[in-house]
């Protein structure tokens, strides 16, 4: 009763705030019941979905995702990993030498007995057989009768699935042996909204769906124990949850059962050899870690993972906006790290900071991608970024403990967008993820320049701007599925200052920034925009006589100017706004009063300039 309030309460909320005018969404209910074959890596599958159609049109289509099925030979997926130039090195194998590397798709040596597959046995819409195809890994299903707008209609399905090995997020045995990583698993409904539906083929990148509830019974052996998206509805009667239990088994079988409200994406991992450790946080959810005790320092590492997972989880509630589900369950698997509906499965067999580092990124997409249903396909550095600035700021205030924030507290990825920017290889951020020529040039794209992205609209905006930004954000978009345009009006909105030119250009194009300064004499100084990106500018200006003075260059598009900021490095320092600068025009001088030492363009390296070389100049 106490999480249904709470929901209530959220959606009032938002209600109150509202969306941007016409906004709809559709929501999904399942009902899963799922039966394991541990020994042969085999499931049957039993779901009914609840589908509400809220979209203003009827439908007489829908489409599911069948993601097992990129899991074999000839697949887009296995023809994507010859066609890159740099394939991800989990999927693929060198058969040649290590001066001469030749790389082999992994998935394109599966045997019928390793690949993946998601195969349809029957499909009812409201109790009346429907006709469908497969497509990869696309199910097209041709309703009987339409869906009536403000309808609901209920699909039945059953179908066999076979859990591939373990090359990408999902898979069985997983190089630190871990039996079963179930993620993409099941039919899931495709996302329909104002774009239309969201068909892509599953080829390596990410997800968007529906927000709805999810109820998954899973029968397996009763030596298993799962870790899952939601909430244990029966730990009593299976094993790891609660002390001394006496599994409840039914012809060797426990069966687990997990309810979870409100996500978009349900995931499991499961293993006999499983450990359950727990605590909470302040405000009262629910941590969980399920993972291998291959060691005493693997069992360390956890232990002290988990107690810095209560940290971050407090501190992005109080920075973010408060943590919206009961649970949160950080699960041993996969092949990496990565993100679902209140669980994820990340490698634990890592050193300390490593591990605490990848559940601060994977607990921090809780809310870019979970909380805010990102579309990762469209906007894939929208939750990768903003992810990635909230990891750093974690990683800097709560496991290196350096106490206040620093001027730029994400320097690294700016360092790895430097080197994007000037590699050749960098993509317009506007990209389908999909679609860039290398997985270089996504990766820092989507996790870098995203957050240099996020950092710097708070050089544009101000620090404190940024910060209610997100708190904005959070009570206007929460479970629903906003754009990087709805983000950008809301710090609008907050800031009062105009963002355009800003987004357009810094994700839809491959621009780059880099101001210089000029020539120091007779009290004049000069500032030469080398570039095609105009930013606004500080500008600190130390005197001969010791005193120094903030000089703030707006830009003109911006149709605002940003409030004075309270880092320590302008702390009792004059600031005096300039007239603005037009991105017409290539120089801007003024003059002081005093003789000058020296110029400094942005102390805080928050700006993204390219050459930081040439923003510092003494005078001679």
Request: glycine share 8%.
């Amino acid at each position: 009763m106490k999480y249904f309030a709470l929901l209530l309460c959220m959606a009032l909320s938002s209600m109150v705030f509202g969306q941007r005018k016409g906004y709809w969404q559709q929501d999904v209910k399942y009902t899963m019941d799922i039966d394991v074959n541990e020994k042969d890596f085999q499931y049957n599958g039993a779901m009914t979905l609840v589908y509400g159609n809220n979209s203003g049109q009827s439908l007489s289509k829908v489409y599911f995702h069948l993601y097992f099925n990129a899991f074999q030979p000839g697949s887009m997926m296995d023809h994507r990993l010859t066609s890159i130039s740099d394939p991800d090195a989990r999927m693929v194998k060198n058969i040649g030498t290590k001066e001469k590397p030749v790389l082999e798709s992994r998935i394109s040596k599966l045997t019928p007995d390793q690949i993946g597959y998601q195969k349809i046995s029957s499909i009812k819409v409201n109790g009346t057989p429907a006709t469908f195809k497969v497509d990869g890994t696309i199910l097209e299903v041709n309703l009987p009768q339409a869906i009536a707008d403000g309808s609901k209609t209920t699909f039945q399905l059953e179908w066999q699935a076979q859990v591939p090995e373990q090359i990408r997020r999902s898979g069985r045995n997983s190089k630190e042996g871990v039996a079963l990583s179930m993620t993409q698993w099941y039919p899931k409904m495709a996302h329909f909204d104002e774009f239309g539906w969201h068909l892509d083929e599953y080829v390596g990148r990410e997800f968007i769906a529906p927000f709805g509830d999810f109820d998954v019974t899973i029968h397996i052996n009763k030596d298993y124990v799962l870790g899952a998206s939601g909430v244990l509805q029966n730990p009593t009667e299976v094993k790891g949850y609660v002390s001394n239990t006496k599994v409840k088994a039914k012809k060797n079988k426990a069966s687990w059962r997990f309810k979870a409200n409100n996500i978009h994406d349900f995931a499991w991992g499961a293993d006999p050899k499983f450990v359950v450790d727990s605590t909470t946080t302040n405000a009262g959810v629910k941590l969980y870690i399920v993972y291998l005790p291959s060691s005493s320092e693997v069992v360390s590492n956890w232990k002290q993972a988990l107690g810095f997972a209560k940290e971050f989880f407090d501190l992005t509630s109080r920075r973010f906006g408060a943590y919206p589900w009961p649970t949160y369950t950080i699960v041993q698997g996969g092949d990496g790290g990565m993100e679902y509906g209140t669980v994820t499965l990340v490698t634990g067999g890592r050193n300390l900071k490593s591990l605490v580092n990848v559940i601060f990124h994977e607990a921090a997409h809780s809310w870019y991608q979970h909380l805010f249903g990102i579309n990762e396909t469209v906007d894939e550095w929208f939750d990768e970024g903003f992810t990635s600035y909230i990891e750093e700021l974690g990683m800097h205030e709560l496991f290196e403990k350096k106490g206040a924030i620093p001027t730029n507290p994400v320097m690294v990825p700016y360092r790895a967008y430097y080197r994007l920017a000037l590699s050749g290889k960098e993509e317009p951020m506007s990209l389908l993820a999909d679609y860039y020529n290398t997985n270089y040039a996504y990766s820092n794209q989507a996790y870098n320049k995203g957050a240099v992205l996020v950092e710097q609209l708070g050089y544009i905006i101000g620090k404190e701007n940024l910060e209610k930004t997100f708190l904005k954000f959070y009570e206007v978009w929460k479970f629903k599925h906003p754009t990087p345009n709805d983000f950008k009006r809301v710090a609008e909105e907050v800031s009062g200052i105009n963002l355009k030119w800003y987004f357009n250009l810094f994700i839809n194009t491959t621009r780059k920034i880099d101001y210089a300064i000029g020539d120091i004499s007779n009290q004049t100084i000069q500032i030469q925009n080398k570039s095609d990106l105009a930013m606004p500018l500080d500008i600190l200006v130390e005197y001969k006589d010791g005193s120094k003075e903030l000089f703030y260059i707006p830009l003109r598009e911006m149709r605002g100017v940003k409030p004075s900021e309270g880092y320590d490095i302008y702390k009792g320092i004059q600031r005096t706004v300039l007239t603005d600068w037009f991105w017409t025009k290539p120089t801007y001088s003024f003059q002081v009063n005093k003789e000058i030492a020296k110029a400094w363009i942005d102390p805080t390296q928050r700006l993204a300039d390219i050459e930081h070389g040439d923003n510092i100049k003494e005078a001679q």
